[in-house]
C-alpha cells in the first residue's frame, strides 16, 4: 500500500559512492594482487544476525499486541498493522529462521497462519485476497495487489522454511489476487481494487512484486506457468515503466502516460527479479540487465558521504535483498561493500538511544524517535537477517602478474594516461577503482582510437587496441577488468571487443568476442567484468575495440585496470 505521496518526497538524492583519495599506485595494485589469493576478511555474519535479533526484540516491544500473534501499526498502540509491514515481518523471520529456527521458526509459522485468519477476504469480487487492515479506525478497507505480491513472496519464504503446503497455497492464491488487477489492454497491475481517495493508477510497485513472486514460487514448484508469468510481467515493467537511466518510474495513468517520483523499491525489485531470473535460465542478459539497474540504483540512491540508501528504509531494504542475490549470482564483492556500508550506518547512525529505528535510511537522531511505524520498524530486521545469509566471501584460487611484470602498449593515448596507467593499480585502492575528473590514473586513447588499426599482422583490427607483454609465459586463469570509470566520461569504455592471445607474438589464437559493461562512473567502482582464460598459457594479450560499437558512445576509447589471474 505504502507508494508515498508527494508530501514525503524530502530528501535529496545523490549520484556516486564517495572514496578517498587512491593509494599510491604500484602499493596499490600489489595489494590488491596478493589480496586476490589471500582469505579475505569473514563477511560479519553474527553481526548482523545479532542486529536482526535485537531490532526483532524492539519490535516486540513497541508493536507486539498482547496475548496475540498481532502487531500495533505505530506508536499510539490503537490500531492494528497493515499488511505491508506484516510481510516484511514474515521475511525477517523466514530468513532468521533459516539460521536460528529454534527461536523463529514457531514464530513464523503463528505469523502466518494468524495473518490468514484476519486479514484473508476470500469473498468479495468472487476472488480471495488479503485485505489491508482488519478494519476500523483506518479510513479504507481495500485489498492491494503490492501488498497481496508481497504476502506472496513472503509467504513462499516461509514455505522454504516450513515445507508446510499450507504456506505454498496462499503464496500461490496472494499471487492470483494481484494478477486479477491486471489492466486488460495497457497492462500491469492496478495499485488496488479500489480508488476512493486516490488517482487510479497502474503500480510499478505492484508489477514487479508480482513478478518476483512468480519466480520465486517457480523456483520452488518448477511450474512452467509461474516462469512465463515472471517473464512476461518483466517485460511489460522494461518497455513501459522504464527510463532511459535504467531506472523505474513509480506508476501509469489510464490514458498510458507513466509518471514519477522514482523510488529505490521500483528498481530494486527489478533487478533482484532479473538475478533471479538469470539463476532459473542461466541467460546472461538477464544478469546484465540485473547489474544495469543495479549500479543505477547505486548512483541515485546511495550517499556519496556516508554509503547509506537515501531513501525510506522500507524501500531501501528491497536494495539489500537484491545486492544479496546479485552477489549469490557474481560473488562480485561490490554488492557486498554496498550491503556492508548501508547496514552499518543505518545500525551505528540512525538508531536511537532506546534502540528505535527512522522512517529514513540517513536520518540520525537529534533526540530519541517519537514516532514509528510498523513497516519503518521491520525493514531493519529484514536487511539484517538477509545480509546475514551470506556465510563468506569466496576466495579466488590465483594470483595476479605483478605490475613489474607487465609492459603494455596501445593504439593511442592521451598525455599521461598511457597504456601502463591501466595495468599498475593506478587508481585502486584494495580492489575499487576511484573517478578521476582527468583518467590520469587510466588509459585513454586519442580521439577516435588512433595509430595503427591492430598491433600485429595476425592480429583482428579494429577502432582502437591495447596489447600487454609478460615477462613470461603464464597459465592465465581470470581476467579482472575495470572500464574507463573517468567521471562523466565513462562511455568511453570499451565495449565490444575482440581478445586474442599469444605465447611468442607471432601466432595469434582469438580467445573469443566479449561485450564489456560500462563502468558506473563513481568512486568506489568493483570490478565488474571478468574473463576466464581457463589456464592458456601465453605472454602477450591484444584486447582489440570492434570499428562499430567498440565503446559505449564516447569520443575516445580507454580502460580503469586490468587484473590477469594465474593458475599455479
Known amino acids: 500500500m505504502f507508494c508515498p505521496s508527494a508530501m514525503q518526497i524530502t530528501k535529496t538524492l545523490a549520484a556516486i559512492f564517495l572514496v578517498s583519495a587512491c593509494a599510491n599506485s604500484a602499493l596499490a595494485f600489489q595489494t590488491a594482487a596478493s589480496a586476490q589469493k589471500k582469505t579475505p576478511k569473514p563477511w560479519p555474519q553474527e553481526k548482523f544476525a545479532r542486529w536482526g535479533t535485537e531490532a526483532l526484540a524492539q519490535i516486540k516491544l513497541d508493536h507486539r499486541v498482547a496475548d496475540t500473534y498481532f502487531y500495533y501499526e505505530d506508536q499510539n498502540r490503537d490500531a492494528f498493522s497493515f499488511t505491508w509491514g506484516i510481510g516484511m515481518q514474515m521475511r525477517a523471520l523466514a530468513q532468521a529462521a533459516k539460521l536460528d529456527p529454534y527461536r523463529y521458526q514457531a514464530r513464523l509459522e503463528n505469523l502466518a497462519e494468524a495473518t490468514v485468519g484476519a486479514y484473508w477476504d476470500a469473498n468479495t469480487n468472487g476472488i480471495g485476497g488479503f485485505s489491508v487492515a482488519m478494519g476500523p479506525p483506518f479510513y479504507e478497507l481495500n485489498r492491494y495487489s503490492d501488498e497481496n505480491a508481497w504476502l506472496s513472496y513472503s509467504y513462499i519464504q516461509a514455505y522454504e522454511v516450513t515445507g508446510d503446503p499450507f504456506h505454498l497455497q496462499y503464496a500461490k492464491d496472494s499471487l492470483a489476487f494481484a494478477l486479477s488487477l491486471e489492466h486488460p489492454t495497457l497492462g500491469g497491475l492496478w495499485w488496488k481494487e479500489l480508488f476512493l481517495f486516490w488517482n487510479p493508477q497502474i503500480a510499478t510497485c505492484s508489477t514487479a512484486a508480482a513478478a518476483l513472486a512468480a519466480l520465486q514460487i517457480h523456483k520452488v514448484t518448477n511450474d512452467p506457468f509461474y516462469l512465463s508469468e515472471g517473464v512476461r510481467l518483466l517485460d511489460w515493467l522494461t518497455t513501459n515503466m522504464q527510463d532511459s537511466d535504467g531506472l523505474f518510474w513509480r506508476a501509469m495513468f489510464p490514458d498510458g502516460s507513466v509518471h514519477g517520483p522514482k523510488w529505490s523499491c521500483d528498481s530494486a525489485i527489478p533487478a533482484?527479479?532479473?538475478?533471479?531470473?538469470?539463476?532459473?535460465?542461466?541467460?546472461?542478459?538477464?544478469?546484465?540487465?540485473?547489474?544495469?539497474?543495479?549500479?543505477?540504483?547505486?548512483?541515485?540512491?546511495?550517499?556519496?558521504?556516508?554509503?547509506?540508501?537515501?531513501?525510506?528504509?522500507?524501500?531501501?531494504?528491497?536494495?539489500?535483498?537484491?545486492?544479496?542475490?546479485?552477489?549469490?549470482?557474481?560473488?562480485?564483492?561490490?554488492?557486498?561493500?554496498?550491503?556492508?556500508?548501508?547496514?552499518?550506518?543505518?545500525?551505528?547512525?540512525?538508531?536511537?538511544?532506546?534502540?528505535?529505528?527512522?522512517?529514513?535510511?540517513?536520518?540520525?537522531?537529534?533526540?530519541?524517535?517519537?514516532?514509528?511505524?510498523?513497516?519503518?520498524?521491520?525493514?531493519?530486521?529484514?536487511?539484517?537477517?538477509?545480509?546475514?545469509?551470506?556465510?563468506?566471501?569466496?576466495?579466488?584460487?590465483?594470483?595476479?602478474?605483478?605490475?613489474?611484470?607487465?609492459?603494455?602498449?596501445?593504439?593511442?593515448?592521451?598525455?599521461?594516461?598511457?597504456?601502463?596507467?591501466?595495468?599498475?593499480?593506478?587508481?585502486?585502492?584494495?580492489?575499487?577503482?576511484?573517478?578521476?575528473?582527468?583518467?590520469?590514473?587510466?588509459?585513454?586513447?586519442?580521439?577516435?582510437?588512433?595509430?595503427?588499426?591492430?598491433?600485429?599482422?595476425?592480429?583482428?583490427?579494429?577502432?582502437?587496441?591495447?596489447?600487454?607483454?609478460?615477462?613470461?609465459?603464464?597459465?592465465?586463469?581470470?581476467?579482472?577488468?575495470?572500464?574507463?570509470?573517468?567521471?562523466?566520461?565513462?562511455?568511453?569504455?570499451?565495449?565490444?571487443?575482440?581478445?586474442?592471445?599469444?605465447?611468442?607474438?607471432?601466432?595469434?589464437?582469438?580467445?573469443?568476442?566479449?561485450?564489456?559493461?560500462?563502468?558506473?562512473?563513481?568512486?568506489?567502482?568493483?570490478?565488474?567484468?571478468?574473463?576466464?582464460?581457463?589456464?592458456?598459457?601465453?605472454?602477450?594479450?591484444?584486447?582489440?575495440?570492434?570499428?562499430?560499437?567498440?565503446?559505449?558512445?564516447?569520443?575516445?576509447?580507454?580502460?580503469?585496470?586490468?587484473?590477469?589471474?594465474?593458475?599455479?
Open 272 to 568: 533482484h527479479a532479473f538475478a533471479l531470473l538469470y539463476q532459473l535460465t542461466g541467460r546472461p542478459e538477464h544478469l546484465n540487465e540485473a547489474k544495469r539497474i543495479a549500479t543505477a540504483m547505486e548512483n541515485r540512491w546511495v550517499d556519496p558521504a556516508t554509503g547509506t540508501i537515501q531513501d525510506p528504509s522500507y524501500f531501501g531494504f528491497t536494495a539489500i535483498e537484491a545486492w544479496v542475490c546479485l552477489y549469490e549470482q557474481t560473488q562480485n564483492p561490490r554488492w557486498l561493500h554496498l550491503i556492508q556500508a548501508t547496514l552499518e550506518f543505518v545500525h551505528n547512525s540512525t538508531r536511537d538511544q532506546f534502540g528505535r529505528y527512522p522512517e529514513y535510511w540517513d536520518q540520525t537522531p537529534s533526540t530519541p524517535y517519537i514516532t514509528w511505524q510498523f513497516h519503518w520498524s521491520t525493514a531493519q530486521p529484514c536487511a539484517f537477517w538477509t545480509a546475514a545469509q551470506i556465510g563468506g566471501i569466496p576466495t579466488t584460487p590465483q594470483d595476479a602478474i605483478p605490475s613489474s611484470s607487465i609492459a603494455a602498449s596501445a593504439s593511442s593515448h592521451w598525455p599521461g594516461c598511457t597504456p601502463i596507467k591501466s595495468a599498475n593499480g593506478s587508481g585502486l585502492t584494495d580492489v575499487v577503482h576511484n573517478n578521476s575528473i582527468t583518467a590520469s590514473s587510466m588509459w585513454t586513447t586519442l580521439p577516435g582510437g588512433g595509430g595503427a588499426s591492430n598491433p600485429h599482422p595476425g592480429t583482428e583490427p579494429g577502432a582502437a587496441w591495447i596489447k600487454y607483454q609478460f615477462d613470461q609465459i603464464y597459465d592465465l586463469g581470470t581476467l579482472w577488468v575495470w572500464n574507463q570509470n573517468q567521471l562523466s566520461s565513462s562511455d568511453r569504455g570499451l565495449r565490444n571487443v575482440t581478445i586474442e592471445y599469444s605465447a611468442d607474438g607471432s601466432r595469434w589464437t582469438k580467445l573469443g568476442e566479449f561485450e564489456f559493461a560500462p563502468a558506473a562512473g563513481t568512486a568506489r567502482y568493483g570490478h565488474d567484468i571478468e574473463v576466464d582464460f581457463g589456464g592458456i598459457p601465453a605472454k602477450y594479450v591484444v584486447i582489440t575495440a570492434h570499428s562499430t560499437g567498440g565503446n559505449w558512445g564516447g569520443d575516445s576509447f580507454g580502460l580503469s585496470e586490468v587484473r590477469f589471474g594465474v593458475i599455479e
